[in-house]
């Protein structure tokens, strides 16, 4: 006897999802981090583009500081706060981090998905997050 949940009218395929990682080296870029960039982009603001990842100031702030470290120019720079207030911006490189991150993302979603297809074929059919 199936439970309802596993009524083969409710049953969906959920769609796959890439999460591009690139390492070099020790230095990392991800989808946390280009979204990171992002928002800093948006807002002008390091602490508010955390806020808008549900992250603490100070782990937005070390993973500014940890790309900054690792590409041979900064990706964002800050001006401390003061009677005009604080505020960051992305560089040039920074700028070019979030577009080649993203265009890799979608070659790479490109390039796999007749692969993902397939996969997704010899799955079982599951309920949405069951």
Known sequence: MRSVWLNPDRMSKLPAKIFLRLYFGAAMIGPGKVTLLEHIRDTGSISAAGRAM?????????????????????????????????????????????????????????????????????????????
């Not at 120019?73 to 981090?97: F, N």
């Open 54 to 130: 549900a992250m603490s100031y100070k782990r937005a702030w070390m993973l500014v500081e940890e790309m900054n470290a690792a590409f041979a120019d900064p990706v964002v720079e800050s001006v401390r706060g003061g009677a005009k207030g604080g505020g960051a911006q992305l560089t040039a490189t920074g700028i070019a981090v979030i577009t080649q991150y993203r265009a890799a993302e979608t070659a790479t979603a490109q390039a796999t998905a007749p692969h993902i297809t397939a996969l997704q074929a010899l799955l079982r059919d599951i309920p949405d997050g069951k």
